[in-house]
């Protein structure tokens, strides 16, 4: 009974910046971790991103590291992903995911395009 949805994607030329959100809403608790992921076509999800509860620890896969940026509003439930200096590399649907004791929680996503 938890709800993660995404927001923020859009088409952006190469070298633009795009912040994402996510908002949770229903059973979530203390504590949880949340964090980015996306998926191109034909290719695997793969990892963007990850924030602890309290925001001090952050994870950067390495070809985003420098460029984007996890944060988080507990009291909005919610994480962003600021997004500078895109790619065309970087087009994916953009996952938002929460982890907590009771399960893991995925968004239905939000496309991002860079075009060159």
């Known amino acids: 009974q938890v709800q993660v949805v995404e927001s923020g994607g859009g088409l952006v030329q190469a070298g633009g910046s795009l912040r994402l959100s996510c908002a949770a809403s229903g059973r979530i608790f203390s504590f949880y971790t949340m964090g980015w992921f996306r998926q191109a076509p034909g290719k695997e999800r793969e990892f963007v991103a990850r924030?602890?509860?309290?925001?001090?620890?952050?994870n950067y896969a390495d070809d985003v590291k420098g460029r984007f940026t996890i944060s988080r509003d507990n009291a909005k439930n919610t994480v962003y992903l600021q997004m500078n200096s895109l790619k065309p590399g970087d087009t994916a649907v953009y996952y938002c995911?929460?982890?907590?004791?009771?399960?893991?929680?995925w968004g239905q996503g939000t496309q991002v395009t860079v075009s060159s």
């Open positions: 924030i602890s509860w309290t925001g001090g620890t952050t």
């Open positions: 995911m929460l982890d907590q004791r009771g399960g893991r929680y």
